[in-house]
């Protein structure tokens, strides 16, 4: 059953005008990790998200397991559940619940989140495109390289860099594992042993997949054989990438999702044991949803005299150039330009999207709650601009390519920032 009673609630507490903002304390993708404690048995308090499940959640499974797919959010579920089996039936036989994204709504600030429990001002991972201030410059994070034209991933794992500049944090992998209970993560061979993946998945039994066909048949064989109480985490990033390439709800995007939740009712839901079904919660959620956009509408930074001069400069003495994505656009201004610089931008940008102060929304909550890494508000610049809906706004870093990506998400409109949890006893799930 779909909670939709739930988006009301969130609107209130939460809408404001064109934007959604994160519900960190109540109804979110970063509270995730405290039910899956909850329910092997770490005590913790699953809080509303819990509540709101507890019908259909046992209270101590043996197994539980969390099916991430990468960009799939609400708006998508909605849109695309009537026409898969699988998806129906844990529409109609589970629950699914409304659940705000965190604030950048981009992967590298959720999956960081939704391995630790951590909201993005505490775990200090906010975007893709991030500068460090330690490595003084702006680092594709979890690739985890410069953004060299070529450059190869972990290239600054090789230059000596510690991915600990990226996570530094207990994962909820590690908790897990000094409470007794295995943990196993599935992620895709390409990077399921990358630097990044090294330390968000700390604690954990790493499995690597190449297809949806194979990570089912793996993830049946190693529910049938691992100790209990047992953790799963899957991570699913296909409809995420079509999506960027030939945008949200396009042909190809069809077609992926068709073969993935073809696969999911074949190779698990319709395959598993049911001696192991009976003792296993399935949960199924999204770090965010997408935006269509047209990348030859993007407007520039650099196309608006008085930008590029105004932009900060470290102590080596580099340009502080932005980052982030054309849907979160973060700028560190010279102090002094500060106040000329967000008038500026304004004006030009009015229309298109809001510019406001990085750190009074830091202030206000919009990045999270709970003690602040101590780099957070380094990584965040002073200015902060959120296009509207199907806008971007972005700069052209030296030596760079303009985007051509045709879906994009980070930022605050409701397509972005609602996304949901569906829970269900796998055996209800079964053919």
């Not at 988006?7 to 939460?14: D, P, Q, T, V």
């Not at 990085?358 to 890494?373: C, K, M, R, S």
Request: aromatic share 8%; glycine share 8%.
């Amino acid at each position: 059953m779909l909670l939709e009673d739930r988006l009301a609630e969130i609107e209130g507490r939460c809408g404001r005008g064109a934007f959604l903002r994160p519900d960190y304390g109540r109804l979110n993708f970063a509270r995730i990790p405290t039910l899956v404690e909850n329910l092997l048995g770490l005590g913790t308090d699953a809080g509303d998200i819990g509540a709101a499940l507890r019908p259909v959640l046992p209270k101590r499974p043996a197994r539980v397991v969390t099916l991430m797919i990468d960009g799939f959010g609400w708006h998508q579920w909605q849109a695309h559940a009537e026409r898969h089996e699988a998806l129906r039936r844990i529409r109609d036989r589970g629950l699914v619940l409304p659940l705000t994204a965190v604030f950048p709504s981009t992967t590298a600030a959720s999956v960081t989140a939704i391995n630790s429990g951590l909201t993005p001002q505490e775990h200090g991972l906010m975007e893709w495109y991030l500068y460090l201030e330690e490595l003084d410059e702006v680092i594709v994070t979890l690739p985890f390289k410069s953004m060299r034209p070529g450059a190869p991933s972990d290239e600054l794992a090789r230059r000596g860099h510690s991915a600990r500049l990226l996570f530094d944090g207990r994962s909820l992998h590690r908790r897990l594992r000094e409470a007794g209970v295995h943990s196993r993560v599935y992620l895709r061979n390409n990077y399921a042993r990358s630097a990044y993946s090294t330390v968000s998945q700390d604690g954990a039994e790493v499995t690597g997949y190449e297809s949806a066909a194979e990570l089912f048949v793996l993830l049946r064989g190693h529910l049938r054989s691992d100790p209990e109480p047992c953790y799963h985490y899957i991570y699913w990033d296909a409809i995420d990438h079509v999506s960027h390439h030939y945008r949200p709800h396009s042909e190809v995007y069809l077609a992926e999702l068709n073969s993935f939740a073809h696969l999911l009712r074949t190779e698990l839901l319709d395959a598993v044991e049911a001696v192991t079904a009976r003792e296993t919660t399935l949960l199924v959620t999204a770090d965010h949803g997408h935006v269509a956009v047209d990348p030859a509408r993007t407007h520039y930074l650099n196309d608006i005299p008085g930008v590029g001069e105004a932009l900060a400069v470290s102590p080596g003495g580099r340009v502080i150039h932005p980052w982030g994505s054309p849907r979160d656009c973060f700028l560190q201004v010279r102090k002094e330009r500060l106040d000329e610089i967000h008038g500026l931008l304004r004006t030009r940008l009015a229309g298109r999207a809001e510019v406001v102060r990085a750190q009074e929304e830091a202030d206000a909550g919009l990045f999270g709650i709970g003690p602040e890494h101590p780099r957070f508000r380094a990584r965040i610049g002073n200015l902060l601009i959120l296009p509207h809906e199907d806008e971007t706004v972005w700069y052209q870093h030296p030596g760079q390519e303009r985007p051509t990506l045709h879906g994009l998400h980070g930022g605050l409109s409701r397509e972005e920032m609602t996304t949901l949890l569906a829970a269900s006893p796998l055996a209800e799930l079964r053919g």
